[in-house]
């Protein structure tokens, strides 16, 4: 259906339901669209605030990956490895390790490989960060559960994973 502009104009914004509820190839949502949507949903609703409510306000979803690799990477990563994790500029990362690291969620150390190289690693303060995220995606996909099903979410986890694994290689 294509909407008339004063069904824009009396309508308001649309929600997200009513946008993925529309059927024709003109308004089909593809999967990036699709995915950016439940991404947004997750932080935007659960992340954020439950970093807020923690204390951790000042911690934005464009650190996520930053706090995310540093999670999974708990000695530490060079910020070239991080920029390529994030995939995005050396430069744009070191802008956030730095704004972590004046927050102490961050800290630069002597890479035990290359004295004259830093690696970013957590500190107590972003670890505690860290657990705030989870719990709150842990929270997020059990509510996706009882919207769709466990077993729907759990497939979607199953089939992103085999995805991302590809990445990898």
């Given at each position: ?92 990362m ?44 842990r ?15 759990e ?15």
């Amino acid at each position: 259906m294509i909407r008339k502009p004063d069904q824009f104009v009396n309508r308001g914004r649309m929600t997200i339901a009513e946008t993925a509820g529309r059927d024709t190839d003109e308004t089909e949502m593809g999967l990036g669209t699709l995915l950016r949507m439940s991404y947004q949903a997750m932080i935007v609703d659960a992340v954020e605030p439950a970093l807020a409510a923690a204390g951790f306000g000042d911690v934005r979803s464009a650190h996520l990956p930053v706090i995310q690799a540093l999670t999974r990477n708990p000695e530490g990563l060079r910020a070239t490895q991080l920029a390529a994790y994030a995939r995005i500029t050396k430069q744009s990362m070191s802008t956030l390790v730095d704004y972590l690291d004046r927050g102490g969620y961050v800290e630069r150390v002597a890479d035990l490989d290359d004295q004259r190289a830093k690696v970013v690693r957590l500190t107590p303060l972003g670890r505690t960060a860290s657990r705030t995220i989870r719990a709150a995606v842990r929270d997020v996909e059990d509510d996706w559960g009882r919207r769709v099903g466990p077993e729907q979410v759990e497939h979607l986890h199953a089939i992103l994973r085999e995805l991302v694994a590809t990445f990898e290689r």
